[in-house]
């Protein structure tokens, strides 16, 4: 029996604008190595002493500079990431959000883009992202 696994709750949000495009950001390949073609959608884990909420919405503002509304947030997919070679669990909720402000990026990416589901599935986009994407009605 090896080590115990970590478990860690991630939280990303899914940014929908007026003209039914989603809001996505390209992952900066200094930050995030190898990974640096794919889109992302705003989000990383939540800190232990923060409600999902306040992690979410601290994440998106990290991420965006975007403020995120609680009363339209809404759950729309939980997902189990198992990292094995981190001895690593983590669960990820994606909540569908209303966002206002302008977007400004932190370091953490490089570029971002209002896509439609079509677009962004027929490019690289980050595997759970995709996931929740073609379940999204």
Known sequence: EGP?????????????DGRGNFLFLRRNPKVYP??????????????SDENLFDGLAREVFEETGLEIDQSSAKVIAAQDIFVAEKDLHVVRLTYDVQATGSVVLSSEHTDFAWLSKNDV?????????????????
């Open 4 to 16: 115990a696994m970590i478990l860690q709750v991630g939280v990303k949000a899914l940014i929908k």
């Open 34 to 47: 190898g990974k640096g073609v794919r889109w992302d959608i705003p989000g990383g884990r939540i800190n």
């Open 121 to 137: 599935l027929a490019d690289e986009v980050d595997r759970y992202v995709r996931e929740v994407l073609e379940n999204e009605a």
